[in-house]
C-alpha cells in the first residue's frame, strides 16, 4: 500500500495509514512526556525533510534533537539575562572605538573570550562620565551570560543599599552568599554618588569573599589614588585595591563625553539649518 499524506489545520503534513498515524501520536506524545516541546512542535516539518532529503534515521533524529537542543539553550541565555538585570542592551559590537581612541580592540576582544574569568580576573574601568565604561561593562557581562557564566549587574550605590538593608533584617549572610554565587559580578557607578559610612565595609566584604574565585568588572569615576576619599576610609580603600588589582586589568578611558559630543553634534545642525553657518555659538 502506498502511504499518501494530508494537510493539517497548521499546514502540516502528516501520515495518514492508521499505522503510520499511530506510531505518529505516540511518537509526539513521548516527546510530549518528556518536556521536549519544541522537537514536538517540529516533528512534522522534520519528518517532511527526512522524505524529501531521504535522511537517514541518525540524521533525521540529530535534526530534531538539534531543535529541541537549541530551543533549551536559547531559554537558559535568557534565564541568565534576566537574572543579569543589564540596564541597557549594549554590546561590544556596537562599541564605537572611533571616539575612545585609548581603549585598544584588541583587549576588548581578548576579554570577550571570558578567559579572564577562568582566572578569576577582575577588569577595571576607570574614565570621566560619558566615555563608555558603563557599555563596556555592559558588553563584557553580556558575553559572560551567552559563554554560560551566571552574571550580575549591579551599582555601587545599590549593593551599598541592598547591604545595609540586609544587616538592618538580620539577612547580612544571605546577601553575601548572593553577591558571592555569580561567576561575574558588574559593580557600576563607584565614586559617582556619596556613598554612606557602612559602604566600604559592605563593598569591602563583597571583594573580600570574591578574592581569587571569581571575577569582578568595576567602573569608575575616579582614579584608584581617589578612592580613599570616595569610601571614606584610606585603609579599607587600600585592603580593596589590593585584592581588586592582585590580578587584574586596568582600562583607563580618555577624551570626550559622548554625551556632549552628541549634544554639539546636534546643536551643530540645528544652527546649520536655522542659519546655514557652522560657526560655534558664541
Known amino acids: 500500500m502506498t502511504a499518501t499524506k494530508i494537510t493539517t489545520a497548521t499546514d502540516e503534513t502528516t501520515p495518514t495509514t492508521a499505522g503510520q498515524a499511530s506510531l505518529y501520536q505516540q511518537l509526539r506524545g513521548h516527546l510530549a512526556t518528556l518536556k521536549l516541546h519544541a ?49 541597557t542592551p549594549a554590546t561590544l559590537e556596537d562599541f564605537d572605538y572611533d571616539t575612545a581612541p585609548a581603549v585598544d580592540p584588541k583587549l576588548i576582544n581578548e576579554l570577550a573570550t571570558c578567559r579572564y574569568i577562568e582566572s578569576a580576573t577582575n577588569v577595571l574601568l576607570i574614565g570621566q562620565p560619558g566615555l563608555g565604561k558603563t557599555h563596556l561593562a555592559v558588553g563584557l557581562a553580556r558575553k559572560a551570560a551567552e559563554a554560560g557564566y551566571r552574571t550580575y549587574f549591579t551599582t555601587a550605590a545599590d549593593l551599598a543599599a541592598r547591604c545595609h538593608r540586609a544587616a538592618i533584617e538580620g539577612r547580612w549572610a544571605t546577601t553575601m552568599r548572593f553577591f558571592n554565587g555569580p561567576s561575574l559580578l558588574v559593580i557600576d557607578e563607584l565614586g559617582y554618588l556619596p556613598l554612606p559610612a557602612e559602604a566600604a565595609s559592605a563593598l569591602f566584604q563583597v571583594v573580600s569573599q570574591r578574592y581569587l574565585k571569581t571575577s569582578i568588572v568595576l ?52 544652527r546649520q539649518a536655522t542659519t546655514g553657518t557652522r560657526q560655534p555659538l558664541r
Open 39 to 87: 522537537a514536538a512542535e517540529a516533528l512534522p516539518r522534520v519528518l517532511d525533510q527526512a522524505t524529501a532529503e531521504d535522511l537517514t534515521p541518525t540524521a533525521t533524529l540529530e535534526r530534531l534533537f538539534g531543535i529541541e537542543v537549541s530551543a533549551t539553550e536559547a531559554r537558559r541565555l535568557a534565564g541568565r539575562l534576566r537574572f543579569a538585570s543589564l540596564p
Open 219 to 270: 567602573t569608575s569615576n575616579r582614579g584608584v589614588a581617589s578612592w580613599g576619599e570616595v569610601l571614606g576610609d584610606t585603609t579599607v580603600a587600600a585592603a580593596l585595591l589590593d585584592r581588586l588589582l592582585h590580578r587584574s586589568v586596568v582600562l583607563t578611558l580618555e577624551g570626550d563625553s559622548y554625551r556632549l559630543r552628541d549634544h554639539q553634534a546636534r546643536t551643530d545642525t540645528l
